[in-house]
């Protein structure tokens, strides 16, 4: 799961280039956009030789606040955390509470 969000100031106006470099009225131009946080899981490797499993694994990263979490492992350590890290993280991120 990745954030995404447009900067507030971002502008809709039906101005942009056209591919050949000329101006058309009625396309808008590319939206700019950031990204606030990210969630990175692996999903592990259960098959082939023993040597190769790897356990499911993820973590959350904030890039306002420069926070990453620990690396959490396991099936059901990993659902968990998928489905609260983020809104457990913006409750408590001092990024969004001095932006607020």
Do not use: W
Request: hydrophobic share 35%.
């Amino acid at each position: 799961m990745t954030t995404v969000q447009k900067p507030a100031d971002s502008t809709q106006a039906n101005t942009g280039t056209s591919a050949a470099g000329g101006h058309s009225p009625s396309r808008r131009p590319p939206a700019q956009r950031r990204v606030d946080a990210a969630l990175f899981v692996d999903f592990g490797n259960d098959r082939g030789p023993e040597e190769t499993h790897r356990p499911p694994r993820a973590r959350y990263e904030c890039v306002p606040c420069n926070y990453r979490s620990e690396i959490v492992t396991g099936a059901a350590a990993v659902a968990a955390f998928t489905a609260t890290a983020a809104a457990a993280h913006r409750a408590v991120c001092p990024a969004r509470q001095e932006s607020q």
